[in-house]
């Protein structure tokens, strides 16, 4: 007989619970509750783009990780078989910090010399002879990136921790969706009047200032509304005849999916009023890309039947909200050339700094000099191109490590498709590959990333891809999450 491996997440009977578990498990609730209240709040100060917002983040996010911790040390334990899977991008991550800390600590000029010459000459031009100087440019906006930094990946282990049961699951992934919904329906009473404080008057941008990210936030929380929708679908026995089939539709109509389905549509149409080109367009690319993936994999399994449904969604939202700003915009933009030159300033950077880059935070006060003519003179804050952005920052070394850890993390949502078994979990797949696709596709022309709530955003739902993958798929594994989650306190799966 096989042996089973145990972790806290699955067992295969109640565990026996004395003073110091009970304790222990009391503090991880509380933790959990916590880090629920905090993916609620995220959002609401202007996406935590705010000095003062991001810090209040920051401790949120150390207070909810040190209450873990002593979750542990009152009733140690094994890790978490997420944890135990994530444990090479993890590493990672930890080399990563360690690499954005170097950055802004002072060096012997010599070696700067060496590593970055750019950015020696630079130091050497404008404060004269130095015997140390940090490889970034701006050693306080670097410091403020790390900070930053570590709290993303505090994020990601909290995910990867308390998201110990099926029940936990469904919490979180309701909690992101009904968020994103709240932030839509914000928006939409506030650009017409309803609400007295609106970010941004005459704009559909929610709580944040800029509508293009309310429309990364729609990205990502609208996939999981179709997640949860074909969830609540896929136990249902479709019989053949029109007769059975209308049966099958009135109950859909009274059933809390169809709800579902309608808040996923409005949040659709809100996109839409967003005006956010590449908004829609990346949504638009992820869910046919993921549809297309699911039809091509088994045209006759139910997830193939996503594409036709997504595109309906769509169409109906185009026929309830309109499009007639977004083609406007299209229409008398077009395509965005000045945007256009940024990048090509952005890729002049990346030359001049290749390995190391110019440190975190410093793209902005280093444009200036490689600004081409095209590009006017506006002021920039960010390069419109996430990715330029990172490898101008961070330089080649510290974009690959950030590419290797999302590739290392990404493949276990992968895997979780490949199972197929588990219900929840493939439609939440499916979503979650959906979502941080359409984001990724957007951060080709905004800056999503720079923005902490819509980061954090995408990486709780990489973690939880890694969390769906770990829990496997049997009857029998769902079963046993049940029996833990109940011993822990959660309710009923």
């Given at each position: ?490 309710g009923n799966a």
């Amino acid at each position: 007989m096989n042996s089973i491996h145990h972790s806290p997440t699955i067992s295969s009977s109640p565990q026996v619970l004395d003073g110091a578990s009970d304790g222990a498990l009391v503090i991880e609730n509380v933790a959990f509750r916590l880090f629920l209240v905090l993916v609620v709040c995220m959002p609401i100060p202007l996406g935590s783009n705010r000095p003062w917002a991001w810090s209040v983040l920051e401790i949120m996010v150390m207070s909810i990780f040190g209450l873990m911790l002593l979750s542990m040390v009152i009733r140690p334990r094994p890790w978490s078989d997420a944890l135990a899977m994530a444990k090479l991008p993890l590493m990672m991550s930890g080399v990563w910090l360690v690499y954005l800390g170097l950055q802004s600590l002072p060096l012997p000029a010599s070696l700067i010399r060496v590593l970055g010459p750019a950015g020696y000459d630079l130091y050497n031009y404008t404060s004269g002879s130095l015997a140390t100087i940090p490889l970034a440019l701006d050693r306080g906006a670097a410091q403020v990136e790390l900070l930053k930094a570590a709290s993303y990946v505090g994020i990601c282990l909290l995910t990867l921790t308390l998201v110990t049961s099926r029940q936990r699951l469904k919490m979180l992934v309701w909690v992101l969706f009904l968020t994103g919904f709240a932030e839509a329906i914000y928006g939409l009473l506030a650009v017409n009047g309803v609400l007295l404080w609106n970010p941004t008057p005459g704009s559909v941008s929610g709580t944040y200032v800029n509508r293009n990210h309310l429309a990364g936030l729609l990205e990502m929380t609208l996939p999981l509304g179709l997640g949860l929708y074909w969830y609540r679908g896929r136990d249902r026995y479709v019989a053949p005849g029109w007769r059975q089939k209308l049966r099958d539709v009135s109950d859909t109509l009274l059933q809390r999916r169809f709800l579902v389905l309608v808040m996923t549509t409005l949040m659709f149409g809100v996109l839409l009023m967003t005006t956010s080109r590449g908004g829609v367009a990346a949504l638009l690319f992820a869910g046919v890309v993921v549809g297309g993936f699911a039809r091509i994999r088994n045209p006759h399994s139910h997830e193939a039947r996503m594409l036709p449904v997504f595109l309906v969604m769509a169409f109906v939202s185009v026929t309830w909200f309109g499009i007639a700003g977004l083609t406007n915009k299209i229409a008398k933009q077009g395509i965005d050339e000045l945007r256009i030159e940024v990048w090509g300033s952005s890729a002049k950077i990346i030359g001049r700094y290749p390995m190391f880059g110019v440190g975190g935070g410093a793209w902005k006060s280093i444009f200036p000099l490689y600004r081409v003519s095209a590009a006017g003179t506006g002021t920039f804050e960010h390069a419109h191109n996430d990715f330029l952005e990172i490898v101008a920052e961070q330089g080649l070394l510290g974009g690959l490590l950030l590419g290797m850890v999302l590739l290392l993390m990404s493949k276990h949502t992968l895997k979780a498709l490949m199972a197929r078994r588990d219900p929840f979990a493939v439609s939440i797949a499916f979503a979650i590959l959906t979502a941080v696709l359409a984001l990724l596709a957007h951060a080709t022309v905004d800056f999503n990333f720079q923005i902490p709530a819509n980061i954090c955003y995408l990486i709780i739902l990489i973690s939880l891809g890694v969390v769906i993958g770990s829990q496997g798929s049997g009857q029998r594994q769902g079963k046993d999450i049940r029996k833990i989650s109940q011993a822990r306190g959660d309710g009923n799966a």
